[in-house]
């Protein structure tokens, strides 16, 4: 069983690869399932900001998953309506033990029909746009509701999988993931921008 | 003139691919330059946790830089004994603005001469060893000296790259690059591995 990394064109870089980084400290410090990147062909992906990845696993070839992440980026409002991935997506839910997204990945997310009645986090460009598709969407770095994680944008996804991982495997071996990421991020805020009023309540206070 | 980004087989995918995300945001933003994924040859690399990504140029084949990110990971310690790339990292020190390395990726410089007389920081698991190759290691999240910047581990290289941005650009574009990222991370620090006495003192006192 591994913990399935999803891709498209167009995904933002960050939002798979920050919680990729702690999976994959996670598989090697401390006994969690391998990370392996999943999209529907096998060609290279080509990323938001350009870079390009190999999938390691189509859809069609992926065994079972422990976990599943669904990252975001605009790419996502395409991906929403494409299905072959939200029916992948709605079909691995049922198996894994948690699901994971990142930023605009909610909206994949919502697609698929799993966050219905629920409290979910996303990018703070978009929550208005979630609130309107009828999700009580909280203006916070990440969500935990039952087995539905969903996190604020693109860096966000790193807190919520050290999250996951404390939760999953337990506070030390959290605290191992994060020392061996060396995870202990500067405080520090630059300029004005997150005070502008659409920002989400999380930071606009820092 | 691009922002390079160095990868080699074994490099740690957080290393490149944070510092990746905030010059992407940089260049569609703020006007940064492009990141541009450099290795020594075209075919895919294979990262520490098994990532797979194609570089966009070589050595060869790279025009100006303006910046030169240099990752780290294990294979660093393998690489600072590679000719073609310590070289590389030398020739182009001269031309570029500024020069950063993330984690053990600090050891590259150091072969490439690129750290006599100079502060640094690098990696918590190996600041004795740079110490002990004559380096002024500093126990902080990231370190500038002159046009050479170097930080610690796998994650902080998103901190000195944002700072970098701050130095260049302004305040105001680095305030931009954040939002965009959304990275106003959680303080949040799990059990006590990072109270060791072997951890960076800017993290033992968290």
């Not at 400290?25 to 990323?47: E, F, N, R, T």
């Not at 030390?172 to 995870?183: D, F, P, R, T």
């Not at 500067?186 to 999380?202: L, V």
Request: charged share 15%; glycine share 12%.
């Amino acid at each position: 069983m591994v913990f399935g990394v999803l891709i498209y064109p167009g995904v933002e870089e960050l939002d798979f690869q920050g919680p990729w980084e702690m999976a994959g400290m996670w598989h090697k410090y401390g006994g969690g399932p391998k990370p392996v990147l999943l999209a529907q062909s096998d060609a290279p992906v080509s990323c938001a900001h350009g870079m390009r990845v190999l999938p390691d696993q189509t859809f069609a070839t992926c065994g079972a998953l422990k976990y599943l992440l669904v990252p975001g980026g605009y790419a996502a409002f395409e991906e929403m309506k494409n299905p072959l991935l939200t029916d992948f997506v709605r079909q691995r839910s049922e198996q894994v033990r948690a699901i994971l997204s990142v930023c605009s990945g909610s909206f994949i997310l919502l697609a698929a029909g799993l966050l219905q009645g629920r409290q979910a986090a996303t990018n703070w460009k978009v929550i208005g746009m979630l609130r309107q598709a009828g999700v009580e969407v909280l203006e916070q770095r990440f969500v935990q509701d039952g087995k539905v994680w969903t996190s604020a944008g693109v860096s966000a996804g790193i807190d919520a999988t050290l999250a996951l991982i404390a939760g999953e495997a337990g506070e030390a071996v959290a605290s191992q993931v994060q020392l061996n990421a060396e995870y202990y991020p500067s405080p520090k805020t630059y300029g004005t921008a997150h005070r502008a009023p659409a920002g989400a309540a999380y930071f606009r206070s820092l």
